[in-house]
């Protein structure tokens, strides 16, 4: 019986992830991979499968050894990890396959970012083509590629295996109705995945995975997890009601949330059927309340010609709340027309949004945004796929440090240390939101500790006096929403967190800046000195990696990755800068030498000789600063003194024909 080992690679700590708020239930990650335990539901009863969530669980030598095929599925945030699985199978001698967003929009970009071999790729979805591929597979002719020839009818996918994970483990379950939705916001590469024709499942189907779920035990949040759950509204009207009816039978042990479109508020009966359904929570694409900014990035169903964009959009978030449920709402710094930020704000201060989830414009690959900004000249690399990262893949229209600085503005205006604003918004929320069956509960057992550990780590801390005016405030006034109001509080503890510790990872590259200015100007004058220079630029290079070392090592251990590339890059900058500082020294040092040829050879090889040992001594003190260094930084740093050799190489040729002296190599 052959072993098929489904990998998920771990995603790093953002405002999705709900990583800080989840420990409060004693719950491990947010969500299960539903498009690999979809794939698992592919195979034929002939194999044995595990799942190993990395998010949940360490992938260990045992898993690869047990394993004859790794799967895997990845969006683009989780490259990094991919990438270790994939070498650590390469190292392990077990084929990996990848599928997902990510391989699908990356192809070219995996294949220049990493020297492991990922054996197989499967693009787009994968119903129609996965017999195919395993057939080939398992007689050993599989091709490299295997792409989707149409979008699949997807009434003929299997259910997910939800019985290969523990659900437990998790704070939310997912499943799937439909893919696809029939807008084409300029940013979004959804349409490009998944079409712009939605295609749902049945209801059969639908409820036959709800009700595995229940036998697995599991009760609470179930993510619907629809890039926008009204895209085909025909047919999501007639599966709310057979939800319904399947939640009251069983005493609605789910509470389903979703994501949507604006325009879910211009059908009054879709508000009904889904309130009715057990739905509480719905995700809003509002991104901007200003109609330049929504119409330039072609967002215009959420304006209105009748109303500013800012009155329509405040107008539907009030519709949905006053129907029993929470708006979220995601909002875009940096698109074209957006000239402020005051305006979002005020405007998720007074509508009430208390998870807020605001991110940096980011240039997908292949989306309509990212084929304009080519066009215009102004992208300058690949998306990391994280929007909270405070990097730019793009130029903006506004300059660039100013729509950074404004982003940091922003989120540390909507989750500041204290939450002052954020436990504001839960309280215009609950004032706005009437007390249904989907939102007065009573408190669970994980409650119950989830409430204890907020009190220690929220009461007692720079939120303690707000979020006690909070909870004083909801027992006045909204006594049996109380439940709501503690998960609220515990989902701001995430998102201040995330917060501080993004603003940190900028602080830590903005001092990276400032120290790289100051060894431009240092290391000049050093290699200017008639003094002991090694001894000199040694010291000072000690004193400096000492100064990063503290900084970096104050970062909190979760959010160290965001930092280590910028870390990366200032060493390399620094051998950089230091090797053209030494090279413009030596061309000026060998002219003297040059003009007296010969007679002076002897003092050239101890010139060389002396500049290789410092740049030696330097690319030691580079490594020893911080000893965790990839391959490929290595590599960069091997390339960098390979072009200052043959700049010294070339530059003596010049002068005398031939190379007079032994040029030490590094090693």
Known sequence: MPNALFVYPKFPPSYWGFKYALEFL???????????????????????????????????????????????????????????????????????????????????????????????????????????????????????????????????????????????????????FSRGCPFNCEFCDITKLFGRVPRTKSNEQMLAEFEMLYKLGWKGAMFVVDDNFIGNKRDAMRLLPAVKQWQEERQFPYSL???????????????????????????????????????????????????????????????????GMEVTGGFIIGLDGDTEFDSHIN???????????????????????????????RLLVESSGNNTDMSLNFVPEMPREELIAEYRRVISTLYDPTLKNYFARCLTLLEHMPQTHNNVRSICKEEVFAFAQSIQKQLFSKQGWEYARFLAKVLKDYRSMFPEAVRLAVMGYHLEKITR???????????????????????????????????????YSQQLFARVKTEYNAIHKDFQYAAHNALTGFQQSMFKEYLEAEFTAFKAAVGNFAKAQTERLGELQAYVHNLFTRVHAQHAQLHNGFKHHTDDFKQSVQETFDAFHESVTRHLEQLFGSVPVQIERLS
């Open 257 to 323: 949330y979703t994501e949507a479109s604006v325009n879910l508020v211009e059908i009054p009966e879709m508000l009904d059927a889904m309130t009715e359904a057990g739905f509480n929570m719905v995700f809003l694409g509002i991104e901007s309340p200003n109609d330049e900014a929504l119409l330039s990035t072609s967002k215009g169903q959420n304006t209105s010609k009748e109303e500013e964009a800012g009155s329509y959009l405040m107008r539907a978030i009030r519709k949905i709340q006053n129907k």
């Open 501 to 539: 510790h993004t603003v940190a990872v900028e602080d830590f590259r903005n001092f990276l800046a400032h120290e790289m200015d100051i060894f431009k100007d240092k290391i000049s004058q050093f290699v200017d000195s008639q003094g002991d220079r090694m001894n000199e630029v040694q010291n």
């Open 26 to 176: 004693g719950k491990k990650s947010s969500m299960p991979p539903l498009g690999l335990l979809t794939i698992a539901g592919m195979f034929p009863d002939n194999y044995a499968m595990k799942v190993v969530d990395i998010n949940i669980e360490s992938l260990t030598d045992e898993h690869l050894q047990w394993a004859d095929v790794v799967l895997t599925s990845t969006m683009i945030v989780q490259k990094a990890s991919l990438y270790e699985v994939a070498e650590r199978c390469n190292r392990a001698g077990v084929p990996i396959i990848a599928g997902g967003p990510h391989p699908t929009s990356y192809y070219d970009n995996i294949k220049a970012e990493t020297d492991a071999t990922i054996n197989h790729f499967l693009f787009g979805e994968v119903e129609e083509i996965f017999e195919d591929f395993l057939t080939d597979f398992e007689s050993g002719a599989a091709k490299e590629v295997y792409r989707e020839t149409r979008k699949p009818d997807i009434t003929k996918t299997p259910p997910p295996r939800y019985d290969l994970i523990n659900v437990n483990d998790y704070g939310s379950m997912a499943l799937q």
């Open 347 to 377: 405007f998720i201060q007074d509508a009430g949004i208390p998870m807020a989830m605001a991110g940096l414009l980011t240039a997908l690959k292949e989306t309509d945004l990212w084929h304009r900004l080519k066009q215009e000249d």
